[in-house]
Each structure stands twice: as structure tokens, then as C-alpha cells.
């Protein structure tokens, strides 16, 4: 061995044994996998990840995913010692609470983690979002000889992430994009939880993949540097594929437990740790332990990280003079600021236009955003016709146009979810996926993902009730509304008309503080006036009152979202007429409302006047707003097949249903 | 062309037409796939299918699904054609309310629908689960010259199923376990809803398969009846691989919109349709009509049905004779009876036996109904040693061992849904899935489709809190409880100890209304003692009296689920030596408590008494049992990565919080 060569051992053992201390101490974690994919790992950041520790959020720099985020271990003890702001203390307190080293690599607490990961399938479909945005960005901004946008994405993926369907939509559609800054290296393990993979998985990887339209290049043994180096060159070259590299690696390698379920997901014990060391020649004393020279060979990466984000800074400098409006645009996107007139443009719809669909005012409040905002892109999975969701004149996002502003998921909604979460967490574009409300069963995941992480993923969902009519209960959302509510942290709105649905629209655009998902009706409904109704205020705190009940004291509050408003304000002039006095509160988002300040809600909802909830939906949820005394007109079955009209009538979604439940919460608190 | 081929011809377009007036009927439907896929379904039907119109549930029909369940009015044409009992009226009441002929098929509506289908890649999924259940019950049925259970699985699949990530699982298994008897023809048409697939779905159809393991088959025509009936002949006489027919096809066939999007997923029109109806000489007059000929043709199905049941019955009745108990035994899985002492090895659980976590007692219960339920089958999406649902000295189900009851499906929780619910519907097994509740979400829209379906499948979570500990927010499961509880139809049981989980198998064996949920710990958690808790009569109730109030009056009701009964029972002993005298209800299910009589719901949740609940989960939902007065203690955010104890102290989950909480609501009450 070389004494290069001996320094590569050196600190792939490093890495190695860092993980396997780190897991040792919280007696919890996957030791197996660092042991397996530290050389590939090595290779990787060693010799090709462009990225500044010092800076984790350089712009340009190259997004490392660890789509297998059980090996979360691995991560850490990369990032610590490339020189990230992570002690080895972080490591230390691996899986304790308070850490920023959780059992699963979590965005937002290590610096560096680019992304969330551990359900698996989820690293990899964010992966593909993030070099979409990449091949967005760049067709937006570079020039000529100044590729200000430049970067790839890298993975390392496990077979459960391959056998997960979404990373099977999302590689199928990173193939059709031609993504070829996408670089994948997949650790062929041959184990998962159960035994030997054969025993669920015997496909040919390599021949699913060309059928992607990647590149598939193949490393015998997951120990050979030279042989890792030369397949990420030979992607590195790759003009119109993605790659992914299949590693045969040894899980627990060099343990007792190697290529065996047991490495996977357990502690090795102090036995097999010990013989582990030894059979690596690694001291057995102390743990945590870092020899000099590695970490002087890996803090390198400290002084070229600098060096690599001051020419890119130079090369900003240089495109800052020559396109100076587009530099001011570049600085924006990427901090995520709007622009001043953004949303100068957004219509205001009047009830003489005759009733409009929610979806149809979210479709025209989407192409007036674009207009404003540059890098706004999304897309369908393939229902931009019925989810009005297209950027009209903005061009269909592919190979030949990376500008295209329009995603065409194909029916890959899962996908979807997961390239909108990654194309939101690369930054620099404003993401939106769209489908109708019942399949966002399909991308829940994703959804769940964004909501944990915090970030900005825009979820646009039509169809958004029984009243889509004929296509019956399949595609009837019922129980939807309530378990999008039931994820902490995402944002719901269901606007009440065209008026609402931009106001929903105004928020989603400026929301900071997680994901927003919109409930969007198939049907046209009225058009609230908004000379009449104070909607532009109302939408942003949740809930408000829409029309006071004559005399201003209520007999009743009618509370409503979505496409039951206009039936709460129907019931109301029926019960106005019978004499009893009716307030109509339209309550687009629980999430927003729950916000207020105690006062307002309060004021809202007093207790003393009696409550009734309508939404078509389930009812689980409504009485923590109507109380123990109100009422909720809910959907606890499913749907039916019939005209959207018929179906809303008789599932109890009329007048006189309304008008008789109210008039007997009245009776009873009288 | 032959009189033969004139009649085929015949027999197609009325397959064509009357799908094209029904959808023209109803101004609503998708008539642009029974225009292209109507011949491939004929050849299907007429040469291959063996089914008996006259009885749907002759248990060794051939499977047909039309994954494509868009295409409905496709099937319900070849249903009414063929003679099952579908009057033609119900034709005309397509998508009608009240009607049998929804927009997407349901099961249980029209006789010979199989799987209710729509939501893509459900479909696909359900045939491979359908294939398992057939190849399972042959392997423990037949004996030789006697084989009673030996059909094939059919179904017609869309590049829409070929896009969704469950159907690339459900292939891959399907390619896994080799099986031959699974044959789908791919109706490829080049066009989605958004345009032409090339848009989003570049892939090589072929070479994904053939590396899933499955023979691929080309029809270059859709028209070519001759070469469709080979590539079936083909894939008939194939060993070793599931079958796909790759059946080049135009969608609107004939009509003015072929090979457009527009002929997706509206009607025709009734220019177009008089084109159409010209373009393949049919009479404009009168709609929905069916030559003599034609349904002549037909409705031989009906002689032939019953001469394939009446030579099955006769084979049936010589595996009577010489294995009497098998051919019961088939009677009896067939009827989904159970054996009379199924139940008889159930554990029960003694508090001196130490912690159990549910899971591990789950286990065990599974392991005893296996001795005395012959086709018990099931399996884990890679996590069989963490569910604790290998049924233990039962094999593993496989080409080389059909009698495994053990089915290893990989991480693809969602194809299990589908391969569980599919199972389920072909019936003679009791069919289970297992994986963490967390990723409940990965499965949820086959979930839906169980409880839409209203069949019995048995889906197993574990790892159902925050207390599973290090994992961390990405595997801890909050909102899951809730948002399952959401779906009409589904029950979820929550026991609260090893006795109460044994319970909850003696009752998801015995359900008949429904899919069944268990959320299960992954921590050990205190046994209750039998003999002083009204366990075995309280869980099925729902919710029981776990522990009365000193005196039996309570000034608080603690209703608790799962391991949080354990910190209610502790808060309990807390409160009455502060002179609170406290009940705490166990509630294992809220859709069985939902089931019970008002007197009985309302004797044990009486309005007067304060109530506390407390779930390591969202609150969201709770408030219809503790009411306007009452409190919950729940999470209403993401878990934390930690030690299981140290996550649920933190989280609220200790006896002071519990204690403190219900302390002041006693005092606002006094």
C-alpha cells in the first residue's frame, strides 16, 4: 500500500468507526451500513462533492442526500469531520434528546443534512427535485461562459429505497427529464431487515434502471476506491442520463456480524465492536477516535470549500455586471424574497361573472403569480387539465427546455410530493404539485415530510368533495380535509369561493412557516362579493364572521368551509325568514385560526350561542368548535356515483337539512 | 373477412357502443378506452376467460380486473353481454344515483366485479395478490390429477397503473415469486390526461418488466384478435413468470378524437359519436343496441360457464371422496367459516410474566390462530422481526414453496395493501400485512380501499407511539391514529395490554364488517391482570371500565388507549391518595364503542363527570368524548429522537402531567 493509500484506509476507518462508536453509545442505530458504503461515501466527498463546510448554504454547491437514513450515523461522522459546524460531542449524544444527530438524519438541526430522510424512497424523489431545480435554475440564469448555476446532486440509496414505488416514479421520471447531473450511488447490500434480499427482491436492478433511461455503471467491490472514482467520473460525463451506480458492498464489512441481518439494524455489541476494530487494526481505545492525520486530510476540505465558493463568488461578481437585473433577481430567489409588486397582478373576481369554480380562480390566481414570480414551477400528476393547475405560455419543463415552468409528473403522485419537497428544499424556485384531494392518500408521505421539515412546499388539491359528482366514492374525498388537519404543522385552506381561493393563494405565496395545501372545488359555486363580504381580511386569520345575523346577536352560528358556505348563507335566509337570527362564520383554514389570539377566537365562537358545523367531510374533529351542544353536518360513509348536485343533496348537503338542524339546536337551547 | 370475423367485429362494436351510450347517456365517463380496449377484452372473454356468469362466485373462476377502472363502462358492457345479472338498464343508469354501474367499478354493486378499481395501480396490485391467493390454495388443495383451485389472474392495466409506484412494487414481487399464472394485457395507448405519455413517461415499458422477472409479449395492433390470442396462448403456457401483454392500442379508436387526450375523460359527443358509430358501420339508432347475433354470441358464455362449474363440482366431488377432510376444510375457507376451536390456543397473559409489549403479544396470538387456521397468510413489508408477525414454523411463501404461509414483501408497504386486499377478495385466506403505523401513510390509499371495498382484510401497525424511541420523528407515528380513525368503515384496535391485544385478534378474526386495524407498541408495557380487569368483555365494546373509582363514584374519568392506559392507572392510584376518586376507561376502539347502544355509551361517559383523556397522539377528534368541560393530553406536534422513555416523560407522557392536568379539571368543575 501506498502511504496514499494508507491515509484513504485511514480515514474511511475513521468514518467508519465514528458511526459504529456513536451507535455503540446510544446502544440504538445501524451500525451495518456505515461499515459498508463508508469507502463509497469517502470517495465521494473526498474526491467530487463541491461544497463549503464552513457554508452549508452556498448556493452552488453540490446536495449530498443519504436517501438510506437509517445510516444516519454515516452522515454525521462525514460531517464532522469535513469540518461542519458538528462536534464530536453532537456525535456523542447521537440519539439523545436535544441532539442535532436524531436517529434519522433531520433538515434544519445538523448543518449539511439537505434533506430529511429515513422514510425510505423519500432522499431519493427529493434527490430528483433537487436537480430539477438545478436544471430550472440554470436555464434561468447562466450565460455564456458564467454557469452561475452548476452543481450536482448526489444520493446514496439502499434496496429499500429502490423498492419503494416512489423512488420507481421518481426515477422513471428523472429518466424522462434527462437529469443528468443526478448521480445515485446505491448500496448493493444484498440484506435488508428480513434476511437476504432475494428473499423480496430479485429484480435486475441494472435493467430496470436502462429501462429508466439511466446510466448504469457497475462497482464489484464496494472497497475499490479507484474503481468507485472512475464510475462517478464516467457519470460526471454523462450529457443526457442520470446515474446510478450499483456498489456491491459488504453490510457490518469487517465485522463479525458482516453480511448478515443482524448488522443492520442493532448495535454490534462490545465483542463484535472490538473485533470489528481489530480486524481493521483500529485501537480498540480510545472510542471516538480521530488520528491527526485524518482529520488534517479532511479538513482540507475547509480551506478548498472556501476556495471553491470565492470563484463562484468572483464568477457572481462578474455576472452581477454584466446582467445586473438578473443578479438582483438570482439574490432574491435564493433568499426567498418576493418581489415588490408580486402580487399586483392577482384577480378579484365579482358575483355578475356568474359562479366559478375554486379551482378555476386558483388556476387564474396561479398565472398572475407567475408572471411576478420568476422561478415559480410545478406541475400535475397528470390532471393539470382538471386541476387548472398550468402556467399558461411558461413552457413544459424538460431536456430541451430546461426554462419550461411546467412539470409533467405523470401519474406519480408520490413522486410529485417528493420532487416538490426537494425542489423546495434546493431553493431558489417556489414548487407546487397538484392532484385531486383523495389521492393525496398516494403522496401522504411527502406530505408528512414537508410538514416535519418545515418547508414551503405549496400542495394544490381540487375535487375537493362529494360533489365532484360521477366518479363516485374512489375519487370522493371524505375523510381527507380531516387527515391532511391531523398533520402537525401543515397549513389547510378550503376557500369558500373565487375570492377566497386568491386570498388563499396571497397567503400560500408569503407562508414561511411550513407547508400549505389548498382544498380546491371541482364545482362552480358563487362568487362572494367582496364589496359586501370582508374576505381579503378574514382568509388570513382562519375563520371570520361572512355575514352577521340580523340584528347582529345570533341565534345560531352557522360555521362553514369551502363550497358549504354558500349553503350556511342559502340556510340563513331561510332561518332569517323563520326568525331566527343567523351568523355565517367561514372558517377557510383551522390551522390559521387556532393562530389567533385567544380574544378573537373567543370572540368568534362564544360558548353561549349554539354551533353548526357544515363540511363535506367526516365529522371527526368539528366538536373541539361547535362544542358539546352544537351540531356537525358531516360525511361519516363514503360517496356515491351520481351527478356532483344529486350526490351533495342527498348526502343531507341542501336548505332544508341545513335549516333543520339548525332550528333544532335552537329548540334545544331554548 | 369471414363470417367469423364479421361476427368478432359484431360483437366488438357492441361491446363499443353500448359503452359509448352509456357514457353519452350520462354526459360523464371515459369512452376512449372501451373504443380501444374492447377488442383485447373480447379475445380475453371470449376465448380465454373461464367464468360462470350465472354464478360470480364460483370459486375457480379466472380473475378479471380492469385496473383501469376508469374504463368502466368497458366492463360493465362485457358483464351485461355476457350474461351476468346487469339488465341493460343499468347501463343506461351509468354513474346514476342508486345505480349498479358507478363511475369506477365497485365491488359489491355489478356481479363480476371483482375489485373496485379507479384509484391507479390498485388494480394492478389487488391481481397480484389474487395470483398469491391462487397459488397458495393450490399448493395446500390440490392433490394430484385433482386440481381444484388452478385459475389465472387477468387484468387490463394503463400507463396510468404502470406510472404509480404501488403497481412497480406489486411487479416486482410479482416477479419475485414467479407468478406464471398472472396475466395482464397493457392497453398502451400513448395518451394521458395531460397529452401524450411521452410527456412524463419515456420509460421501456418492456425492459422494466423483463428485469422484474416477467415475460413480455407485443401486440403491435389492438386490433389484431389473431395475434392478441397468441400473446395470450403464449403467456398461458409460460412456467415461470407473470405475463405482460404489451397491446399497442388507440384510444378513441374510430372517433373523430383518436389518439387525443380529449377522448380521455369526457363523452364523445354526439357529432363525434355519430362519426364514430359511422366510421365502423353501427347504426346511429338506436342507442345501447346489441344485435341478436351478437348477444347469441355472447351469451354462450352462460352454457359454457355452467359446464366449467359442473366439471369442477364433479372433480370437487372426487376430492371429496378421497380427502374428505381437505374438501371441508376447502368448504369451510371457502364460506370464511371458522374451524370450532380456532381460538382454543389463544394466550392469555399474567402480570407475574413481566412487561410485554403488544406487538410481542400480537405475535403470539397470530402464531396460536395459525395452528388452527389453515390459510392464515400474510406478511411484513421488510420488518417481520420488528411486527413480530412471522408465523413460526410456516414457510415462506414462494415459487418453490406454495404452502408458505410466510410472505416476505419487501419495503413496499403500499403493493402489500393491494396484494393484502387482493388476497382478501379472492377469497379461501385470511390475509394480513404488517409494518410500523408511521408508515401506515405508505399503504393509505389501499387502506381506503379495503374499507370502501368493506372486506376483511387485517392490517397489523406496530411501533405505534412516540415511545418507540430513537428512531425519532420520521418513524414515530402522532397523527396516524387519527387520521386512520378518519377512514369510514375502517376499525383500528389500540389495546392497551398483551390480554387486551389477544382480544383484539379474537375479534379482527372474526370482523365481517370491514378491514381491521391494530396499533401495537414496540415497548414493553405492564400486563394486566385478567382476573381483575374486564378485559376479555371490555375490548370488545370498545371501551370498558378498566378500573373503577374508590367508592365507585368518580370525580374524574381518565379514558386512555393503549400503553397510555398504564399511566392512567398510575395516575389513578396518584389521584385517589388525593382523595380524587378516579375511573379509568380503557378504549381500544372507538368505531366498536361508536357501535354500542346509546345507554351503554352513555353510561360510561356520563355528562357530569369531568373527563380526561390521554393518547400519545394528535388531540384532534377527542373532544366528542371528553366534551366541552373535558381535556386531552396529547401531541400535537412531531415526536423527538431519544430514548422511548425519555421522548414520552418529556412529551407529557409521566404521571405528575397526568395527575396535574386532571387535578385542575376537577377543580374547575368544584
Known amino acids: 500500500m501506498t502511504s496514499a493509500e494508507n491515509l484513504d484506509q485511514l480515514c474511511i476507518n475513521t468514518i467508519r468507526f465514528l458511526a459504529v462508536d456513536a451507535v455503540e453509545k446510544a446502544k440504538s442505530g445501524h451500525p451495518g451500513t456505515p461499515l459498508g458504503a463508508a469507502p463509497m461515501a469517502y470517495v465521494l466527498w473526498d474526491l467530487f462533492l463541491r461544497h463549503n463546510p464552513n457554508n ?99 444520493a446514496i440509496v439502499s434496496d429499500g429505497d429502490l423498492m419503494e414505488g416512489v ?43 436502462e429501462a429508466y433511461g439511466w446510466r448504469v455503471l457497475w462497482v464489484s467491490d464496494g ?3 479507484a474503481a468507485i472514482e472512475e464510475a462517478i467520473r464516467v457519470a460526471h460525463a454523462e450529457q443526457e442520463r442520470p446515474s446510478i451506480i450499483i456498489i456491491r ?79 438582483e433577481l438570482l439574490d432574491r430567489v435564493i433568499a426567498g424574497v418576493l418581489p415588490p409588486s408580486w402580487d399586483a397582478e392577482l384577480p378579484s373576481f365579482h358575483p355578475d361573472q356568474g359562479p366559478k369554480a375554486t379551482r378555476e380562480a386558483s388556476g387564474k390566481a396561479m398565472n398572475a403569480l407567475a408572471k411576478h414570480l420568476s422561478t415559480f414551477i410545478g406541475g400535475s400528476a397528470d390532471l393539470a387539465p382538471s386541476t387548472k393547475t398550468l402556467l399558461i405560455g411558461y413552457g413544459d419543463f424538460g431536456f430541451d427546455e430546461a426554462c419550461g415552468h411546467n412539470i409533467h409528473f405523470g ?7 417528493g420532487v416538490v419537497n426537494g425542489m423546495t428544499l434546493h431553493g431558489g424556485v417556489m414548487a407546487y404539485g397538484a392532484t385531486f384531494l383523495t389521492f393525496s392518500d398516494y403522496m401522504r408521505p411527502a406530505i408528512r415530510l414537508a410538514a416535519l421539515m418545515r418547508i414551503h412546499s405549496i400542495f394544490v388539491f381540487t375535487h375537493d368533495s362529494i360533489a365532484l359528482g360521477e366518479d363516485g366514492p374512489t375519487h ?44 380546491l372545488t371541482r364545482q362552480k359555486i358563487p362568487v362572494l362579493d367582496p364589496g359586501r363580504y370582508p374576505i381579503a381580511q378574514g382568509v388570513s386569520k382562519g375563520a371570520y364572521v361572512l355575514a352577521k345575523a340580523e340584528g347582529g346577536r345570533p341565534d345560531i352560528i352557522i360555521i362553514a368551509t369551502g363550497s358549504e358556505v354558500h349553503l350556511a348563507l342559502a340556510a340563513q335566509e331561510a332561518l332569517e325568514r323563520n326568525n331566527i337570527h343567523t351568523e355565517v362564520i367561514s372558517m377557510p383554514s383551522w390551522e390559521l385560526f ?20 357544515v363540511e363535506a367531510g367526516v365529522t371527526q374533529g368539528w366538536r373541539e368548535y361547535v362544542g358539546e351542544d352544537g351540531d356537525v353536518i358531516g360525511i361519516n360513509r363514503f360517496g356515491a356515483s351520481a351527478p356532483g348536485a344529486i350526490v351533495y343533496d342527498k348526502l343531507g348537503y341542501n336548505v332544508d337539512h341545513v335549516v333543520q338542524r339548525a332550528e333544532a339546536l335552537v329548540r334545544k337551547k331554548r
Open 56 to 154: 452549508p448554504n452556498w448556493f452552488n454547491r453540490d446536495r449530498f442526500i443519504l436517501s438510506a437514513g437509517h445510516a444516519s450515523a454515516l452522515l454525521y461522522s462525514l460531517l464532522h469531520l469535513y469540518g461542519y459546524d458538528l462536534p464530536i460531542d453532537e456525535l456523542k449524544r447521537f440519539r439523545q434528546w436535544g441532539s442535532k444527530t436524531p436517529g434519522h438524519p433531520e433538515y434544519g438541526l445538523a448543518p449539511g443534512v439537505e434533506a430529511t430522510t429515513g422514510p425510505l424512497g423519500q432522499g431519493f424523489a427529493m434527490g430528483v427535485g433537487m436537480a430539477i431545480a438545478e436544471r430550472f435554475l440554470a436555464g434561468y440564469f447562466n450565460r455564456p461562459g458564467l454557469p452561475i448555476i452548476d452543481h450536482h446532486t448526489y
Open 167 to 209: 423512488s420507481s416514479e421518481a426515477a422513471s421520471l428523472a429518466g424522462t427529464l434527462k437529469l443528468n447531473k443526478l448521480i445515485y450511488l446505491y448500496d448493493d447490500n444484498h440484506i435488508s431487515i428480513e434476511g437476504e434480499t432475494d428473499l423480496a427482491f430479485t429484480e435486475a436492478v441494472e435493467g430496470r434502471f
Open 223 to 225: 472497497n475499490d476506491l
Open 249 to 327: 458492498t459488504h453490510i457490518g464489512y469487517a465485522s463479525p456480524k458482516q453480511d448478515t441481518a443482524e448488522a443492520h439494524g442493532e448495535p454490534l455489541g462490545p465483542e463484535a465492536v472490538s473485533a470489528t476494530k481489530e480486524a481493521l487494526n483500529w485501537p480498540l481505545e480510545p472510542t471516538f477516535y480521530v488520528p491527526d492525520t485524518a482529520l488534517a486530510h479532511f479538513r482540507r476540505a475547509l480551506k478548498r470549500g472556501a476556495q471553491l465558493e470565492d470563484e463562484w463568488n468572483s464568477q457572481l461578481e462578474r455576472y452581477r455586471l454584466d446582467y445586473p437585473e438578473m443578479a
Open 411 to 417: 401519474v406519480r403522485e408520490h413522486a410529485m410530493g
Open 476 to 519: 370522493q374525498p371524505v375523510e381527507h380535509l380531516m387527515s391532511l388537519r391531523a398533520i402537525p404543522g401543515l397549513t389547510l385552506i378550503r376557500p369558500a369561493d373565487a375570492n377566497e381561493a386568491v386570498e388563499a393563494w396571497r397567503l400560500a405565496v408569503q407562508y414561511r412557516d411550513g407547508p400549505i395545501a389548498l382544498a
Open 594 to 613: 387556532n393562530a389567533q389570539p385567544e380574544d378573537y377566537r373567543a370572540e368568534l365562537l362564544p360558548p353561549d350561542v349554539p354551533k353548526l358545523a
